[in-house]
């Protein structure tokens, strides 16, 4: 299995949210977090300055899906969180190796057997 | 080492991280995230409805181990943290490599090294 | 690439933040967290009892490099957050895979590849 964690944009969220669930995401969540390392003052516009508050708290997206729908869930992130201008956001993957529901205490290395 | 990530309801969050230390567990951090995904209106009872608020504000636990301490600390887990309704929710386990004490500057690839 | 996550003082926090920006840190994300597991009526001094609620919301820093970084920013971490007593934190190393620029939708396994 694979994880992803991106930290976007709050007003990109809830488009990427809905756009992931409507793949089938299972297991999203949602942190606000505060990113450090950007200077709002020269890369971000006039009017993004005046908001810049709000884009300092952004929410950073979590989410654990089989290997083989790793690129349906980047590209849905990918176009959902996607602006153009600085600060769009990194995506990062790594590996997960188990997954037990609690409910069930089933255990598998693929999180579709949860559903199956 | 494993990590141990689980987002578990509020309402169990006390009774399973007294359990994860009365195992001796280590480095438990806990942070509350906004679980998506989960249709409320369908998979809740009544009663449930009413307080989901209470309930999408989750508690992520997440939690490093040694990888000979694993699985017990997923039965401390899937016994306290289990209800039997839906939204018990998962227990995801990837591989930590490395950990370093700051104090110390003890540096290993076994969390029991620390207390060593 | 490598994630390296450690839970620090929140008094700790801005110069351990500002010192690993100056070194070149891209992509650090700060999250307050809720440690477990600390006798904070015996391990800390009165004076810190006093304050320990401003200590029990810690900060936990995530951040990802290139393998090659590793050394230098736990140097630096070690050094910013290092105070000598109880409750300095630990830092955890797991392996990321792939890291992907939304903006500009490049895709690779070395974070230097976003600014190349």
Redesign the interface.
């Known amino acids: 299995?694979?994880?992803l964690k991106?930290?976007?944009r709050n007003s990109c969220l809830d488009q990427t949210?809905d756009a992931l669930?409507s793949k089938g995401?299972?297991?999203?969540?949602?942190?606000?977090?505060?990113?450090?390392?950007y200077n709002f003052g020269t890369r971000f516009s006039f009017s993004e300055q005046e908001i810049s508050k709000r884009y300092y708290d952004i929410s950073?997206v979590e989410l654990?899906c089989d290997a083989g729908e790793l690129d349906t869930y980047?590209d849905v992130?990918?176009e959902q969180?996607?602006?153009?201008?600085?600060?769009?956001?990194?995506?990062?993957?790594?590996?997960?190796?188990?997954?037990?529901?609690?409910?069930t205490?089933k255990?598998g290395s693929n999180i579709s057997i949860?559903t199956e």
């Open positions: 299995m694979k994880e991106t930290s976007i949210v669930n995401a299972t297991g999203i969540t949602i942190v606000t977090v505060h990113p450090v390392g950073k654990v980047l992130i990918m969180a996607h602006t153009g201008s600085s600060g769009d956001g990194l995506i990062f993957v790594s590996g997960v190796s188990e997954v037990i529901k609690i409910r205490r255990r949860l």
